[in-house]
């Protein structure tokens, strides 16, 4: 928790002591995410692989001045997931889950050169998703796809860093953002992984 409220303060100081920059305003981002989880519901017993699955995200962006101090806020629809593989003797298994999130989001930036950092926020709200599982008991497959209950995940938070570079005055940039889950949406259950994405600031 002390390395998480560092990551959070330090931008803050820093930004202190730099020129105030100018903000974009109103913009559009879309993205792929590679996502992962971790906590004792993936574990397996400790016997499985824990994989990223992939998938699609958007959302709408806005620059703003918060209590003297610069953020970037914004809503979108962000994947979270993972794939489990195990294996025992003559059996295999595979679960693997999808979901969608709505999110809100605050970032603040901190300029190094031409490209920025940074540290904020998330928050978000389960909407839809669908879980995989196949099973092969000696030689014999067995294979399911639902798609998941309304409240099957809860309520999901964490930090993110990031890292973003504008593409000359355009308007357009492009950027990475590590995404670290601090809330269980399910018992045993934390999401975490990389965004990359491209945006655009009219």
Known sequence: MKKVLLMMILPVCLVMGQDQPELPGWGVYVGYGMMSASGD????????????VSAPGFGISKGVWLGGM???????????????????????????LNAQYLDLWAN??????????????????FVSGKSKFE??????????????????LGLDFGVNVGLGMPIGDTGAQVGVLYVLGLAEPSDGLKFNGLFFNAGYSF
């Open 108 to 125: 603040m930036p901190y300029p190094v050169g031409p490209a920025f950092l940074t540290v904020g926020v998330h928050a978000g709200t």
């Open 41 to 52: 519901s993936v574990d397996m017993e400790g016997s499985g692989t824990v994989n990223t």
């Open 135 to 152: 099973a092969e008991f000696y030689g014999i497959t067995i294979s399911d796809e639902e798609d998941l209950e309304s409240d099957v």
């Open 70 to 96: 610069p953020l970037q806020v914004g809503i979108g629809l962000h994947p979270r997931g993972y794939k489990v593989e195990a294996s025992f003797e003559d059996e295999s298994v595979s679960i693997e």
